[in-house]
């Protein structure tokens, strides 16, 4: 064989093995994603019921101390605990204020919620700022808006608003949800609760961590 057809052999072959490399790469995130995509989406699920659960709990909570001001009927730390048989929760708030002008408005901050299925399931929720609007059923939170599930899991928002009666959950501003195994960012997000469908929208990105969750079996 002379030194030219070596050569070609040599290159072919190469190609041939890169191409190989590529497919399995290939495999592997396809592989990857058949797996964490649906996660990532019930981690999303569990998030969103967590969030509209808690915040149908809004026109029962307890009030504190309560002053009128210029900015309305200013509620301080109001808070809402109990059982419903299936769960324990609790909401607090620093301050609730009702607007002066349109009573059925509420403006709340510093929102903390917990809500503890079992020993190891618990989400955690805050927000900085929330709006809840008692006459449409609607509630609204921005700044630092935060969801955290059993520690695993964390979704975070600029803000986002809830229809408490359909169970709707819409943002257009940039989301994140973040596991172990991967995150997904994106520029719009919208929660139908009763079809149990999420969809991310605008400028998706995700990364894939497959083997984040492996360990390593003893030698």
């Given at each position: 064989?002379?030194q030219t057809t070596q050569r070609s052999?040599?290159?072919?072959?190469?190609?041939?093995?890169?191409?190989?490399?590529?497919?399995?790469?290939?495999?592997?995130?396809?592989?990857?994603?058949?797996?964490?995509?649906?996660?990532?989406?019930?981690?999303?699920?569990?998030?969103?019921?967590?969030?509209?659960?808690?915040?149908?709990?809004?026109?029962?909570?307890?009030?504190?101390?309560?002053?009128?001001?210029?900015?309305?009927?200013?509620?301080?730390?109001?808070?809402?605990?109990?059982?419903?048989?299936?769960?324990?929760?609790?909401?607090?708030?620093?301050?609730?204020?009702?607007?002066l002008t349109n009573p059925r408005i509420?403006?709340?901050?510093?929102?903390?919620?917990?809500?503890?299925?079992?020993?190891?399931?618990?989400?955690?929720?805050?927000?900085?700022?929330?709006?809840?609007?008692?006459?449409?059923?609607?509630?609204?939170?921005?700044?630092?808006?935060?969801?955290?599930?059993?520690?695993k899991y964390a979704i975070e928002f600029?803000?986002?608003?809830?229809?408490?009666?359909?169970?709707?959950?819409?943002?257009?501003?940039?989301?994140?949800?973040?596991?172990?195994?991967?995150?997904?960012?994106?520029?719009?997000?919208?929660?139908?609760?009763?079809?149990?469908?999420?969809?991310?929208?605008?400028?998706?990105?995700?990364?894939?961590?497959?083997?984040?969750?492996?360990?390593?079996?003893?030698?």
């Open positions: 064989m002379d052999g040599n290159v072919t072959g190469g190609r041939v093995n890169k191409a190989r490399a590529n497919a399995r790469r290939h495999s592997g995130r396809v592989r990857a994603l058949r797996i964490l995509l649906p996660v990532l989406g019930l981690i999303v699920l569990l998030g969103m019921g967590g969030l509209i659960f808690v915040f149908n709990l809004l026109n029962s909570l307890g009030i504190g101390n309560v002053t009128l001001t210029s900015e309305g009927l200013v509620m301080d730390r109001p808070e809402l605990s109990g059982n419903d048989g299936e769960r324990t929760y609790r909401v607090l708030a620093e301050r609730a204020i009702q607007r509420i403006d709340l901050e510093m929102i903390t919620a917990e809500i503890v299925s079992n020993p190891e399931e618990k989400a955690q929720i805050t927000s900085d700022k929330g709006t809840y609007d008692s006459s449409a059923e609607t509630l609204t939170l921005f700044e630092n808006v935060r969801i955290n599930w059993s520690g600029q803000r986002v608003d809830v229809n408490m009666k359909t169970g709707a959950v819409v943002t257009d501003r940039a989301m994140q949800v973040q596991s172990d195994g991967g995150d997904i960012q994106a520029n719009g997000f919208t929660y139908d609760q009763e079809n149990g469908i999420a969809r991310f929208t605008d400028g998706i990105k995700m990364v894939l961590r497959p083997g984040a969750n492996k360990t390593e079996n003893p030698q």
